[in-house]
């Protein structure tokens, strides 16, 4: 059996029994082969057939009636600790053995992720060492029509097609379902080749540390498409915390595909919505304040426009809306899933889309911003108080002071004056039933000009130059009403 053995077989034997697993594969044989002769035990017996039955699977059944009792096929151990063994099992790569605590791990469902076919099922990283950054590896084959599966599928963008091959990391634990989670320090080589792994996101906030988004990782552009064996080195920190690793087939949503099944599958009918409003707004006779309306605004807090297709999640307290365009846009480039309004949590199986609220948006102009229910049900729009002070306003004719056809005076005096055509400005002005007054002249000037009016209409050569005021320009004449 063990001169059957692969490469990563007999590491994985050697490594279980605290053996060096380095060498050429003649070395790692004969080193097994003496670890059988000399320190045959039950525990090495068991996994050197657990081994071999992964190798042969045709040979399981004169195996099974010479198989110890309680141990299976898919065993959970490859080691004597209980903590070794599913990293042994993993680090060997067979990716149709589980381990018993990381096969109990259930990663969640991702919306812009459907699940095809699992490749890899979770599988803990386990340290071989006390060292801070280990390396684990694992191999996984592809079915002829996977491959072809993923070789014809459609490229959403260049370089990223709709079917892929993903690697998904979280954390050791068999307690409800775990969300993606990378450990320090990780990195991911494919086939010899490192692949991308999204980065940190810059945070906007003094004193806030970066964020960094935990999605699949695509491994697709590194992987032999064929039946060939694809090898995946996971780098990681171990600083106390346990992870699992998963590889799975799944097909790649786009928002505008999210969007189809949001409007296809999760609509509230206008008449629900009102039987909402008027339970928010009944009267509550232990209350001391009646609610007789709620506001409600058009404008949709992520991008400060008016709503397109009012959306909220239906677990939320509040009747405020926002886009859903925008809102799966955005957790399409970067997955938060959380309320805009309220920030909880708002994952994609609780988003429903206002039927009220859309009708309101239809009927409503453009310009109305804000509309108010009320307890009946009903709605009516807010108009903003500056609407309101601009429809009390009177209307007045809007004069032009830079047109002397208008306002009877030229817009400006040159550097030679032209105060004779001021005065006749001021007459017509006068005739007009206006005051025309220069605020340009003291007390003492307007005095003086108010006794010498036939002065001001001659022109003269000898006359004084126009007197300016404290600025540097020319003052003209401004009508006041």
Not at 120 to 138: F, V
Not at 294 to 299: A, E, N, T
Not at 432 to 456: F, H, I, P, R
């Amino acid at each position: 059996m063990v001169k059957n053995f692969r490469v990563s077989d007999l590491q994985t034997l050697l490594a279980s029994m605290g053996r060096s697993k380095s060498g050429l594969k003649q070395d790692l044989v004969g080193r097994a082969l003496r670890l059988v002769q000399t320190e045959c035990s039950p525990e090495l017996l068991k996994n050197v057939r657990q081994l071999y039955e992964s190798r042969f699977p045709k040979a399981s059944g004169w195996l099974a009636a010479r198989r110890p009792e309680g141990v299976s096929v898919a065993y959970s151990s490859l080691s004597s600790s209980p903590t070794g063994t599913q990293g042994a099992d993993y680090l060997n790569g067979i990716p149709k053995l589980s381990s018993t605590p990381a096969a109990e791990v259930k990663l969640v469902s991702l919306p812009f992720y459907q699940t095809l076919e699992k490749l890899l099922l979770p599988t803990e990283l386990i340290a071989q060492n006390s060292e801070k950054l280990q390396d684990s590896q694992c191999v996984f084959e592809l079915t002829q029509s996977q491959a072809d599966q993923v070789r014809n599928s459609t490229e959403l963008r260049p370089g990223m097609k709709a079917i892929q091959v993903v690697l998904r990391i979280c954390y050791t634990d068999s307690v409800g379902v775990q969300e993606d989670q990378y450990p320090p320090n990780i990195a991911v080589k494919v086939n010899q080749s490192y692949c991308h792994v999204p980065g940190y996101y810059p945070s906007n906030k003094p004193g806030v540390e970066p964020r960094r988004p935990c999605r699949p990782v695509n491994i697709t552009p590194w992987l032999h498409l064929s039946t060939a064996t694809n090898r995946v080195t996971v780098t990681w920190g171990n600083f106390g915390k346990r992870y699992s690793v998963a590889v799975d087939l799944v097909r790649l949503f786009t928002s505008a595909e999210l969007f189809g099944q949001l409007k296809h599958c999760s609509v509230e009918s206008a008449e629900r919505c009102r039987e909402r409003i008027q339970d928010k707004l009944r009267f509550d006779p232990e209350s001391e304040i009646a609610t007789t309306g709620l506001r409600v605004s058009l404008i949709c807090p992520l991008v400060k426009m008016r709503i397109g297709v009012p959306c909220r999640v239906i677990t939320c307290a509040h009747l405020q809306c926002f886009d859903a365009i925008f809102f799966l846009q955005m957790n399409e480039k970067k997955p938060t899933w959380t309320c805009p309004v309220c920030d909880k949590q708002a994952p994609f199986e609780l988003l429903t889309i206002d039927g009220l609220a859309s009708e309101i948006l239809k009927e409503t102009h453009e310009d109305i911003e804000e509309i108010e229910y009320l307890t009946d049900g009903s709605w009516r729009p807010i108009r903003e108080e500056k609407e309101r002070e601009r429809s009390n306003t009177p209307d007045y004719p809007v004069l032009d002071i830079c047109v002397p056809e208008v306002n009877g005076h030229s817009p400006a005096h040159s550097s030679t004056s032209q105060t004779g055509k001021s005065g006749a400005g001021s007459t017509a002005g006068g005739a007009g039933g206006g005051v025309v007054v220069d605020l340009t002249l003291d007390s003492e000037e307007e005095g003086g000009g108010a006794g010498g009016d036939s002065d001001d209409t001659e022109d003269s050569q000898d006359s004084p130059a126009p007197k300016r005021g404290r600025y540097d320009y020319d003052k003209d004449l401004v009508t006041a009403y």
